[in-house]
C-alpha cells in the first residue's frame, strides 16, 4: 500500500487547509489511518487518527483540526480551521491497527505534504 498526501501550502494564520490522503491499495475500515507532523527543530508529533467510530486528537489540534474518512475511496482528510503559525509543519499520513498516537504503531507512512502558516 502507498500513501499519498496532497493539499498543503502557505496561508496566513486564522486560515484554513484541507489535507487529504489516500492510499493506493484500499484500506479496510478495521485499519487505522492517522496524520502526524513534523515541524523543524521540533520531534514528530501525533494529530489525529480514525478507525471506524474511534476519532483521536492532540490537545494541540482539538477543536481546531477534524479527520474524517471515506472507506470506499480508502482516503483520510484533515479539515484544518484557525491555522496558527505553531502548525507549520509537513504532515505525514500513517496506516496502521490502533488509532494511536504513537508513530511507531504505524507501518505505513506517505511522502508529507507541507503546510507554511504566516502570522
Known amino acids: 500500500v502507498r500513501l499519498v498526501e496532497s493539499g498543503g501550502g502557505l496561508v496566513q494564520a486564522g486560515e484554513s487547509l484541507r489535507l487529504s490522503c489516500v492510499a493506493s491499495?484500499?484500506?479496510?475500515?478495521?485499519?487505522?489511518m492517522a496524520w502526524f507532523r513534523h515541524g523543524s527543530g521540533k520531534e514528530r508529533e501525533f494529530v489525529a487518527a480514525?478507525?471506524?467510530?474511534?476519532?483521536n486528537y492532540s490537545d494541540s489540534v482539538k477543536g481546531r483540526f477534524t479527520v474524517s474518512r471515506d472507506n470506499a475511496k480508502s482516503t483520510v482528510t484533515l479539515q484544518m480551521n484557525s491555522l496558527k503559525p505553531e502548525d507549520t509543519a509537513v504532515y505525514y499520513c500513517?496506516?496502521?491497527?490502533?488509532?494511536?498516537?504513537?508513530?511507531?504503531?504505524?507501518?505505513?507512512w506517505g511522502q508529507g505534504t507541507r503546510v507554511t502558516v504566516s502570522s
Open positions: 500513517a496506516l496502521g491497527s490502533l488509532p494511536s498516537t504513537q508513530a511507531r504503531l504505524y507501518n505505513t
Open positions: 491499495a484500499g484500506t479496510h475500515r478495521s485499519q487505522a
Open positions: 480514525i478507525r471506524g467510530s474511534t476519532v
